[in-house]
């Protein structure tokens, strides 16, 4: 089996600072999260964001509650024994939404393996619910695998929300280890199910972690394969002592390369730079072409010099 390579602790640099979160907009966030007993994974993952989105007045939901029953080795949220379902929870992330009067809210969640459906079904109820209080606002669902069974993630395009993402997280070569009970491939093929299903499908993947330059370009060549459209790259940051370690901080430059890198491979939006989170800027992922056109824009702004 390939380990990941053993490094010693990294300082962060200068390029991956972030400013705490404050204004009266995040504090209107923070007190309806609390109020509503929400869960975000704004909170859960410690995303370095946080501050900018919820300044913004937005968040990213985390359905089917905080207790997950995987154990990936990069993420904060906590693996265990979930409780229950809550079959009230889709009406009271719906009725969060409407409160909030965010015009494109992202909803994602723990995996729950346990359950025959995976919790496809109160992800259905809530994509549903969200709709219905909230006709005017955009929706992006942040999805497990299901563990590729195709009934829980036809359930996800019945209810059609404007994109569904399912982060790949890394390259094939450390996804044993990066996402313990997931497969990448298992991945790819849900993508592939996703997209042949009508939806706008994105991707996230996490660098940093000692891949090398041509494994992540090989990512992004499976990837395209199966036509995914939006896909965000950003630096892995180690939640606490006990989850992997950064092997290398990835410079703003690499970034840069690997998003023209993607505009070429046909992806439709590449969001991709070190503070980069799969929701980040979820709101302009929405639009087909808005992204490519931008990146046209700013090379013919290069050669016109």
Known sequence: MQELPVVQKVKKPDWLRVKLPIGESYKHVRNLVDTHKLHTICESGNCPNMGECWGA???????LGNICTRSCGFCAVATGRPEAVDWDEPQRVAEAIHLMKVKHAVITSVDRDEIKDGGSIIWYNTIKAVKALNPDTTLETLIPDFKGQTENIQRIIDAAPEVVSHNIETVERLSKQVRIQ???????????????????????????LGETKEEIIQSMEDLAAVNVDVITLGQYLQPTQKHLPVHRFVHPDEFAELREIGYELGFDYVESGPLVRSSYHSE???FKGYGRRKWMDEKEQVLSL
Do not use: D, P, Q, W
């Open 57 to 63: 007045g937005t968040a990213t939901f985390m359905i």
């Open 182 to 208: 997931a497969k990448y491939r298992r991945s790819i093929e849900v993508l592939r199910v996703l997209k042949e299903g009508g939806m706008r499908t994105k991707t996230g993947m996490m660098l940093g």
């Open 284 to 286: 302009k992922h929405v």
